[in-house]
């Protein structure tokens, strides 16, 4: 498949947009994966409103390229933030370039926090390997996970790492039965006000569209004036959105996306 493009530069940018991948952008359930006139929308809204607009998610770089390719993006996005803590832009010939400074000092404190975090972290796997039918997940750049049997089971888990002595800049991101410790300093939504500094743009340009837990981060005012949610969010994502005053959209996925989208950008 040959190199996806970047649409031209507006002359002015005046927002930036950022997008959970699935289940918010991508509906696995749906053919096709993305509704096409998305990108349509994305195409106008950037034109007349001068609007970079990129993703935020979970899934390492190379997983976002696959799902990129699966879902026939006919476009690259202005940015995106993968792991849910780095940032890459895309560069010539479908390279994506690194922020340096900021995926350099996110490696450097996530080292530095887990040798601090050790004995707690420890004390959390045993419990997850002993006394839950969950797994440790423990790979090269994410030094410390846990994948629930269900939902339910990750809820169990969580009322016990809530009452384990952490150290204060030790947090987590949760999607489902997914979990992945972290470094707070370093989340969707401190990657997205970064990132929109590139633009010169500030939280009260920024609007932000996600589902599950580990995008509530994002959706915090201190990050964007601006939210939303598709209709498939969970329960907590919704009443969130609601208390905010963002838009709860009536459709799934990509076509709640739109609906927010339409919410915020009159035609």
Not at 155 to 170: A, Q, R, S, Y
Not at 200 to 212: K, M, R, V, Y
């Amino acid at each position: 498949m040959p190199p996806l493009t970047v649409l031209p530069q507006p002359e002015n940018w005046n927002a930036v947009l950022g997008f959970d991948f699935d289940d918010t952008l991508v509906g696995h359930d749906q053919v096709p994966l993305i509704a096409s006139d998305f990108f349509d929308c994305i195409k106008w809204i950037r034109a007349n409103y001068g609007a970079a607009w990129g993703i935020c998610t979970g899934r390492s770089l190379y997983q976002l390229i696959e799902g990129f390719n699966e879902a026939k993006f006919p476009f690259l996005p202005d940015y995106v933030v993968v792991r849910e803590r780095e940032i890459f832009t895309p560069g010539d010939f479908g390279r994506w370039t690194p922020d340096e400074a900021w995926n350099t000092s996110c490696e450097k404190e996530h080292h530095k926090l887990f040798r601090k975090a050790k004995r707690p972290l420890k004390k959390i796997q045993k419990f997850v390997e002993t006394e839950t039918q969950g797994r440790w997940v423990s790979v090269e750049g994410d030094a410390a996970g846990i994948v629930a049997s269900t939902v339910e089971e990750m809820d169990g888990i969580l009322t016990f790492v809530k009452e384990v002595k952490t150290p204060p800049n030790l947090t987590y991101e949760r999607n489902g039965i997914y979990l992945r410790f972290s470094h707070h300093e370093f989340s969707k939504g401190t990657c997205l006000v970064e990132v929109a500094k590139r633009w010169g743009q500030t939280p009260e340009t920024i609007l932000a569209i996600g589902d599950n837990f580990n995008d509530l981060s994002m959706l915090q005012p201190e990050v964007c004036a601006s939210c939303g949610c598709p209709a498939n969010a969970v329960q907590a994502v919704r009443d969130w959105v609601r208390e905010r005053g963002g838009k709860v959209a009536s459709k799934n996925t990509s076509h709640g996306v739109m609906e927010v989208l339409g919410h915020y950008f009159e035609k």
